[in-house]
Every structure is written in C-alpha cells, then in structure tokens.
C-alpha cells in the first residue's frame, strides 16, 4: 500500500478529483493543497469568497450534569461565559502548560456541547478527555459521521442566503445554529480563520457532497472558488492566527504564543497547566511569539530557519511564506523577548545565508 492510499480521505474527495486538486498529506488526511493556483484562491477569499473541505477537523461532543464544572477543569477559558448557542476560543493544556490543543466549544444546550479540534489532534484530545471523565459526564467522539466546510470572505454572507433559510442570514459572530438542508441538520457556526468574514458548515457526511455542490453553484456568480490549504495557510499567517504543530505545540504554552486573552486564571476550578502559566506570567516569559516581515527582496521565510541577532541564535520561525496581499515575506516565529519589539532588525539563515528580517506588529493583514 502506498503512502497516498494509506492516508484517510473525506466525503468530498470525489469532488476534489473531479475539480483536478492537487492533493497534499495534513494532519493524516489526504486534502486539496490548492484547485487552481494559491495566489487565485487567496485573492478570492480577499475579494469575493472561498470554499474550503474542512472535513478531517474532529467534533467531540461533551455532555452531562457535570460538563459544565468539568470542562472548566481542562480548558484554559471560563465556559460559564458562553451563553447557549455559542462558542469561544480556548486551548487544552499539558501538566506541563504545553499546548495539547486549541480548539473552539460550543454551548449547543445548558449540559452538551461541542468541540471543534484540530485533524491531528482528534484521537490524542478524545483519549485525553475520555480518561479524566468522571460519572456526571459523557465524552463522544463523533468525527467520522461529520463531514465540514468553511465558507469564507466578504461575499459569503450573501451566498449563505442563497443556500440556506434566509433567516440564518442574522447569525452573529461565534453563534451556533442548527439549519435543515435535505431534512438533515446543519450545524452552522460563525467564526473565521482567514481574516476575513466566514461560516463553518458541518452535517453528515451524507449530504456534505450535495452541500458543497450547491454552494459553489450558488456562489458562481459571487467570484466563489473553492479554495485549499495552500490558501488556507497563506490567509490564516496574513491574520496571524496560530497553526497547532507550528505557533503551538506540547513544548510552547498559550502565553509564549501570545494567547493570554483566553486563558482564565481566576475561575474557581484549577484547570490543568494553570501552575506552570502562573509561573510563567509572574516571572516573565524568556521567549515570545512575533510577527516578522522580509526586508528587501530577500527569500521567503520557511518554517524552522535560524533567527539571528549579530552572529547569535535568538529564535525560530514557526511559520512562514509570501503574502499574496502584501507581495512580501512574512513569518510568526518564536524569540527571545529582549527581541521582540516591534521595529528588531534581526536576521534569518536561508541556506547558510543571512537575510535581513524586521519585527512588525501584528496582525500582518486586518479587515478594515
């Protein structure tokens, strides 16, 4: 068996074949990397709108008169915040205070929800939960009955009218709803991870092909491609939002990634980590997630190249590549905090050579 055949595929790999994706290996899926080119895709979601299979992100499902109280226990924000039919940000921490996944919950009712996780991380987050569990709680692991697709840029709004009931249209950001297609449910969400505005739509994996097919048609006339990874990333890095095994990982924490704003440290119950943040808040972080520009016409900066300051390794980019909007190299990377004020000049090794890197503020790219 090859290495392609042993990679798990989506319900809408058909479609994929049928559309000439080129396919990539992510997360142990096999997934479209880009259908036309990455510079189409990405200028579409900017302009117009893009449609990307989202399929082999994981749906686990907590619920139980103690969901509530326990998911506090193991989650970095407070779900006593989310009121019924929404959702927050929030990250799952390690002993250690390492990232074992950030994820968004929904509150889909007062004692069940719903967590959205990371492709890779799936089997790793439901083995975790399901081992802390206690009897006030079930833990469902439902990710190979769902099927999921992200509907992003400015004209998606309007071609979610056309799909959907016209009432779904007021959906709010980091609203759930719960919508019919074909006399199956949908379960739409509002959240985004391009920079632009975006829904997330997931429903059996019975009906998701249907479901794709009549958003690209109803799409048509609004500038909608469907877009892949390749786009996906490029989109997501101009925002800076951080890709788990990149800006996050089991060895860097919430605070060295700059996500402090979702993590809770006076909610009554302790969740795990929380010791190791406190540490690290208290007596200052030694190295911190940044945001870098290329100075010049230099190479486009690559995930794990050097950065330098006179001679001296002070970090490493996380994440990197050219920016379609701004024709530039960008990167998020780790470094030391005495150099990670915006306006650094640092350096980046590319192939034993030293290209000139600027830290800038973030986020590279904002909606106006």
């Not at 998911?71 to 921490?93: A, F, V």
């Amino acid at each position: 068996m090859s290495a392609t055949e042993s990679l798990r595929e989506t319900a809408l790999s058909p479609a994929h074949k049928t559309l000439g994706a080129k396919m990539v290996e992510f997360g142990g899926w096999n997934m479209p990397v880009s259908y036309t080119t990455i510079m189409e895709e990405h200028k579409a979601v900017r302009e117009k709108a893009g449609l990307f299979d989202i399929s082999h992100m994981g749906q686990i499902f907590v619920s139980g008169t103690g969901a509530e109280a326990w998911l506090n226990t193991l989650l970095t924000n407070d779900i006593r915040r989310i009121s019924q039919g929404y959702g927050q940000y929030t990250l799952m921490l390690n002993e250690a205070g390492g990232t074992i996944d950030d994820l968004i919950v929904y509150r889909i009712e007062d004692q069940r929800y719903l967590l959205l996780v990371n492709a890779s991380r799936i089997e790793d987050d439901f083995n975790w939960l399901d081992r802390r569990k206690n009897i006030n709680v079930t833990v469902e692991n439902l990710s190979q009955g769902f099927g999921g697709l992200a509907l992003q840029g400015p004209e998606a709004e309007t071609i979610l009218r056309k799909t959907l009931d016209e009432e779904k249209r007021q959906i709010k950001r980091n609203q759930l709803l719960i919508t019919p297609f074909l006399g199956l449910d949908v379960i739409l969400t509002r959240t985004g991870y391009t920079g632009e505005d975006g829904f997330e739509l997931f429903c059996s994996n019975e009906i998701i092909l249907k479901l794709w097919d009549k958003l690209l048609l109803d799409g048509k006339n609004y500038g909608l491609l469907p877009a892949g990874l390749g786009a996906r990333d490029t989109l997501r890095l101009e925002a800076c939002y951080p890709l788990y095994g990149h800006e996050l990982s089991s060895t860097i924490s919430p605070l060295e990634a700059g996500l402090k704003n979702f993590i809770c440290f006076d909610k009554p119950e302790k969740f795990i980590g929380v010791e190791t943040l406190k540490k690290q808040r208290n007596k200052g972080l030694s190295r911190h997630s940044v945001a870098f520009e290329v100075v010049g016409a230099g190479a486009p900066p690559r995930a794990n190249y050097p950065i330098m300051k006179a001679g001296v390794q002070v970090g490493e980019i996380t994440s990197g590549g050219h920016s379609p909007t701004l024709k530039k190299g960008i990167a998020l990377g780790l470094v030391e905090l005495a150099h990670s004020e915006p306006g650094t000049q640092l350096e980046m090794i590319v192939r034993e050579r030293s290209v000139p890197v600027q830290v800038v503020k973030k986020p590279f790219y904002r909606k106006l």
